[in-house]
């Protein structure tokens, strides 16, 4: 028996990178598919893709910036296309994805089960961080509506693991 002690740093472990054309092609892909799709089937107004581009980046990534960059832009173009204050979404995915891209180091984010709970976790910490922003900063404040959110939680984690295994096919190494 050797008796070494394996240790694992952070920069060992798996860091992805992705092409500037995959960069910036998902998440407009994600935002057209955002806007455009709940106008012809209503029912799809439940999945948060932007979220969810943001949360797969950022966990695949695996550095804070990138995540909370990702996050910020994505959060910023959909508040463009909505009639909410500009920055609601922004700042919400800029802190999930932060999150995310910090989880990312001390989880599993391969396995579909942990997918699942992530993403999870994250729609419904996202719908509360908007929330307290849209009441705390805005003043506007919609009620909360436990039954959507949770709704919300559980269809956009069972998405998550269909998509980000799709996604996983644009991942490079770094």
């Given at each position: 028996?050797?008796?070494?002690?394996?240790?694992?740093?952070?920069?060992?472990?798996?860091?992805?990178?992705?092409?500037?054309?995959?960069?910036?092609?998902?998440?407009?892909?994600?935002?057209?598919?955002q806007?455009?799709?709940?106008?012809?089937?209503?029912?799809?107004?439940?999945?948060?893709?932007?979220?969810?581009?943001?949360?797969?980046?950022a966990?695949?990534?695996?550095?804070?910036?990138?995540?909370?960059?990702?996050?910020?832009?994505?959060?910023?173009?959909?508040?463009?296309?909505?009639?909410?204050?500009?920055g609601?979404f922004?700042?919400?995915?800029t802190?999930?994805?932060?999150?995310a891209?910090?989880?990312?180091?001390?989880?599993?984010?391969e396995?579909?089960?942990?997918?699942?709970?992530m993403?999870?976790?994250?729609?419904?910490l996202?719908?509360?961080?908007?929330?307290l922003?849209?009441r705390?900063?805005?003043?506007?404040?919609?009620?909360?509506?436990w039954?959507?959110?949770?709704?919300?939680a559980?269809?956009n984690?069972?998405?998550?693991?269909?998509?980000?295994?799709?996604?996983?096919?644009?991942?490079?190494r770094?």
């Amino acid at each position: 028996m050797n008796g070494t002690l394996v240790s694992t740093s952070r920069e060992e472990i798996e860091v992805h990178r992705f092409s500037p054309v995959v960069s910036i092609l998902i998440p407009l892909a994600a935002m057209f598919l955002q806007i455009w799709l709940p106008r012809k089937i209503r029912f799809v107004g439940i999945f948060d893709l932007p979220l969810l581009v943001t949360i797969f980046f950022a966990v695949a990534r695996r550095r804070q910036v990138p995540g909370m960059l990702t996050g910020a832009l994505m959060g910023t173009l959909q508040d463009a296309f909505t009639s909410h204050p500009i920055g609601l979404f922004g700042i919400s995915k800029t802190i999930i994805g932060f999150l995310a891209s910090s989880i990312g180091v001390k989880l599993d984010v391969e396995n579909p089960g942990s997918r699942f709970l992530m993403t999870f976790g994250f729609y419904f910490l996202h719908q509360f961080i908007y929330l307290l922003i849209d009441r705390g900063l805005v003043g506007v404040g919609e009620p909360w509506a436990w039954g959507h959110t949770l709704l919300g939680a559980f269809a956009n984690g069972l998405l998550a693991v269909v998509l980000f295994a799709g996604l996983d096919r644009f991942k490079g190494r770094r």
